[in-house]
């Protein structure tokens, strides 16, 4: 039953849906054991859980993503000039590897473009997932306010058709 308090401590701070930003959650030590505690019940033995039963604990504790040791993730986007990819890497033992890619093809596949950010990076811009975090967002400065809402306009502007001059 322990696990459940620690899994519902994180989930509460991932937001609704496993993935809320291009990257894994880290978790504490403690977590981490949890999961893997989770994991050799499940699987001791082998076959302990039936093929629904294993569905429905890996989709309500997400441990498709919670806790695992490496995770690839590839999405596609079409757009009218070609196709966005978008790779997620990450790997438990090696965090400061993690990275997220943005790669821009044109209409025949040819690459014009690739951005890649590091776990730091990502993490600096995503929604805060501890108490702590959320706590100091809240004491910003007037001017950090003020940055910000002016990044939060960049990246609406970002969405919408280019002006041409």
Known sequence: MRHLWVLVAVLGFCG???LMGP??????EDQQKVIDGMWNNMLTPADRLDRELLLDVVCEYWLFQLGVDRLHMVAEKQYERGRVVMEIDCDGRS????QFTVT????????VRRERY??????A????VTEEEAKRATELSEEDKARQAERRARILAATQPAVVR
């Open 118 to 123: 590091g776990r730091e990076e990502i993490e």
């Open 16 to 18: 609704c849906g496993p």
């Open 95 to 98: 965090p400061g590897s993690d």
């Open 23 to 28: 990257m894994t959650v880290r978790l504490k």
């Open 104 to 111: 821009l093809l044109d209409e025949r596949g040819r690459t």
């Open 125 to 128: 811009r995503t929604t805060p």
